[in-house]
């Protein structure tokens, strides 16, 4: 291995201490067909997998990672040296971090319908011998959790010491203690809700329409006509974008700052703000490394997701259910999922008679400040919680 | 740990607690107390804290905490769905005490409710001839920075459960000098350093 940057006294960031290093995804291959909530099977399918420390002799230190909409296997560590971002959660993955390796045996995995070697809409059916395309069923939060089941019995895990997860990975994470309850210790759920409010059904609407409306979209067969809704599932990640962030935050990064043109007056020049620019990136990035498909039944997933719907839309019914202890976390400028949310889970634990731990960590970050590092208060309570956890 | 280990407020506050019990403790600080009640009394309780540090603390405890500030009121929980609701040297920092009493009892069957006396000798004393609002170990804050806001004494207190409709099953006194914890019996509004109340509704 050629060390870049070799003349640097530093280590390079896969080098450190805290860091999972280089890491290889796995892909997991499942013969036995699979059921699911919207009664489609799938007959086989593969799960790509990251996981980072080790299973120890008994098999309970093993904590399962559930990403949220855009997210996937690569929680931590880099790909390969040249790899300039690491996963997703790097910030909160590693050796002494939060969620420590040197303790735990951290499993992430891509889910079904993603299009980051998951089975989804992008892969081929074997049936028909062409990519799924909009013929990928619908899927729910619970055919998630089913198939990550499936996973932890192949990996020889029986229960999970925990199962974490923010935003849609929150939600998974909640699932499993209702759907599994023997096979979880501890459910930490950040930023996330037990259902979407009209509101984010509506941004979650506003984006899909911008992916349908695409004249490349071809009602989903895109892959075929070989071409992509580019500028549908840009507009798609401008809407999410916004709504991850916060007012505020946006202003202190962004501000009314230009990035060209002046306002001069008696110049007449186009102006544009930095903000604008910042989200075309953004958008345009998106456009070229995720599928619509997947952004058209990831936001369905969330959209349909209603934690209490089986259970008389009683959550404390609901909660009644599990066997896990609960760490619950909201962030204050998140309006996505606002605080508000976090402590109807709160209060439907507390009314279930189940152990939780709520906290509401102060962040200019919004719905994002869950994968943003370096927030002290944020760092603490997750790493004294995980570190509780017992994995003898 | 024993319940003779405990500070003697929370030996106090033990004893009042049934066994199996389900128990709120407001501004349960570290999570001490709600430990000591789970580890004596197997009981299954909740604490309520704003503090940062604090909370760290509750988890360290391995007892549940929720984040919330007091002050904004206890809707988030049912009526009479706690057998006990604790506040333990705190509702002389709230902004509304009253109204978080009647909270309290709307809550819980029983409340207990524990302060710094402010009718004790030394506050007297010194507020009498210094002038000044008193510091000590018991109240270690200057005027300007203490989150003690609405202090009281006993009088002050047993008034106010007379005015809410309020039914006193226990009073205690806890005085930590050999001479206080004499003298408690013969005057508590005087010597009681800390108050400790066991109400429900009448």
Redesign the interface.
């Given at each position: 291995m050629t060390k870049p940057n070799a003349t640097n006294s530093s280590p390079p960031a896969y080098e450190s201490a805290s860091s999972v290093g280089i890491v290889t995804p796995e892909v997991v291959h499942f013969d036995e067909p699979i059921t699911l909530a919207n009664g489609r099977i799938l007959n086989e399918y593969q799960l790509v997998v990251e996981t980072y420390g080790k299973l120890n002799e008994k098999a309970s230190n093993a904590i399962l990672i559930c990403h949220a909409l855009s997210g996937n296997h690569h929680a931590a560590g880099y790909h390969s040296p040249e790899d300039k971002r690491p996963g997703w959660w790097d910030a909160y993955i590693g050796p002494g971090k939060p969620i420590d390796t040197n303790k735990f045996f951290v499993v992430a995995v891509n889910n079904i319908g993603g299009c980051s070697g998951s089975t989804g809409p992008t892969s081929i059916n074997p049936e028909t011998g062409k990519a799924w395309g909009a013929d990928f069923p619908n899927l729910r939060v619970r055919d998630w959790v089913h198939t990550q089941a499936r996973l932890a019995d192949k990996l020889g895990i029986q229960t999970w010491a925990a199962v974490v997860g923010g935003s849609l990975g929150g939600m998974q994470a909640m699932r499993w203690s209702l759907e599994y309850p023997d096979r979880v210790k501890h459910c930490v759920v950040i930023a996330a809700a037990m259902k979407l409010t009209a509101q984010n059904i509506a941004f979650n609407q506003t984006a899909r329409q911008a992916i349908l409306s695409d004249p490349n979209f071809f009602d989903g067969n895109y892959l075929e006509k070989d071409t992509i809704p580019a500028h549908g599932l840009s507009i798609a990640r401008m809407i999410g974008h916004i709504t991850y962030l916060s007012d505020d935050g946006m202003g202190k990064k962004f501000g009314r700052e230009l990035r060209s043109g002046t306002f001069e007056q008696g110049v007449e020049e186009p102006v544009e703000f930095q903000i604008e620019s910042y989200l075309r990136y953004q958008g345009s990035n998106f456009s070229k490394s995720f599928d619509a498909n997947t952004y058209v039944l990831m936001t369905r997933a969330l959209d349909y997701f209603d934690l209490a719907r089986e259970y008389d839309d009683d959550p404390a019914k609901a909660f009644s259910h599990a066997q896990c202890k609960f760490l619950v976390v909201s962030f204050t400028s998140d309006w996505r999922f606002a605080p508000e949310r976090s402590?109807e889970i709160?209060?439907a634990l507390?009314?279930a008679?189940k152990?939780?731990?709520?906290?509401?960590i102060e962040s200019s970050y919004g719905h994002d400040a869950f994968l943003i590092p370096n927030q002290i208060?944020y760092w603490?309570?997750f790493s004294?919680?995980m570190q509780?956890i017992s994995v003898d | 740990m024993s319940d003779s280990n405990l500070r003697l407020d929370h030996q106090i506050i033990s004893q009042w607690v049934k066994p199996n019990s389900?128990v709120l403790d407001l501004g349960c600080g570290d999570g001490e107390l709600l430990k000591a009640l789970h580890q004596n009394k197997q009981a299954?309780g909740?604490g309520v804290e704003i503090n940062?540090e604090n909370?760290?603390r509750?988890?360290?405890n391995?007892v549940?905490?929720?984040?919330?500030d007091i002050d904004e009121g206890l809707s988030?929980?049912?009526d009479q769905?706690f057998d006990t609701v604790i506040m333990s040297q705190a509702i002389q920092t709230m902004m509304h005490p009253d109204r978080v009493l009647i909270d309290m009892l709307r809550v819980g069957q029983q409340c207990i409710v524990t302060f710094p006396n402010f009718g004790h000798w030394k506050a007297r004393w010194h507020l009498a001839f210094h002038g000044q609002m008193p510091i000590s170990d018991l109240l270690p804050y200057e005027w300007y920075n203490t989150p003690n806001i609405h202090f009281c004494t006993f009088k002050d207190f047993e008034h106010l459960c007379t005015a809410l409709d309020i039914q006193v099953l226990n009073r205690e006194v806890v005085a930590t000098k050999s001479f206080g914890s004499f003298m408690q019996h013969i005057h508590p509004n005087l010597f009681g350093e800390t108050a400790l109340y066991r109400v429900c509704k009448k």
């Open positions: 402590r709160v209060n507390i009314k008679d152990d939780v731990v709520y906290a509401e208060r603490d309570l004294n919680y509780k | 389900r299954h909740y940062s909370i760290l509750c988890i360290e391995d549940n905490v929720i984040e919330q988030n929980f049912d769905s």
